[in-house]
């Protein structure tokens, strides 16, 4: 009976620890991508955080077409390691095809919060403090302004309100529903044959 508080504890360690790098290599990726300022006190946190696995990857994985595919690997990798991780600690064994595919549903469904979250956040600042400037807020409008332009020329504002954020946010949680959700269970069908 002690030894299951035991393994709820280790999981839990486990999918904290690795979860936070993965996220932290997934903030990096996506400002990466987004051409974010580099010189932002956040963006220096990531990159000093992720560099000592990151650096020595790149050295043996190119970039493809603007994207770092050596931080893809990375965070691929990791979320594999996570997963058979937590699996030996509770006695399941995976195989590696469905273990593959369950961490790119992980990835793909952490990229989408991701984005909600950097959305919802948005907005409540604009509530709260609009037209002020932080150096996190700055990020936080580069990494959403891709998701946000398309929907703001599509949807012109109504008495004033934006909502090009909630129908993006509809559409990522389609996209949950609908492309992540199904990945995630196509992972665990093949791991668990």
Do not use: C
């Not at 946010?169 to 996209?175: A, C, E, G, K, M």
């Amino acid at each position: 009976m002690g030894g299951n508080y035991a393994e709820h504890a280790g999981v839990f360690l486990v999918q904290t620890l690795f979860g936070l790098y993965i996220l932290a290599i997934m903030l990096r990726f996506l400002l990466q991508w987004v051409r974010a300022d580099f010189y932002n006190p956040v963006s220096q946190f990531l990159v000093k955080v992720t560099n000592p696995l990151l650096k020595p990857l790149r050295r043996m994985v190119p970039g493809l077409w603007g994207i770092d595919l050596a931080a893809v690997l990375l965070m691929l990798f990791l979320q594999m390691l996570e997963l058979f991780l937590v699996g030996l600690m509770v006695g399941q064994s995976f195989r590696p095809p469905g273990v593959l595919v369950m961490s790119i549903g992980e990835l793909l469904s952490l990229t989408v919060y991701v984005f909600m979250i950097a959305i919802l956040i948005q907005v409540v600042l604009s509530w709260i403090q609009p037209g002020g400037y932080n150096p996190i807020i700055g990020l936080i409008n580069r990494l959403t302004e891709p998701l946000l332009a398309p929907a703001r020329r599509i949807i012109p504002p109504i008495a004033g309100l934006d909502l090009s954020p909630l129908a993006v946010l509809i559409l990522l949680q389609l996209t949950l529903i609908l492309l992540v959700s199904p990945v995630k269970d196509l992972g665990r069908m093949l791991a668990f044959q």
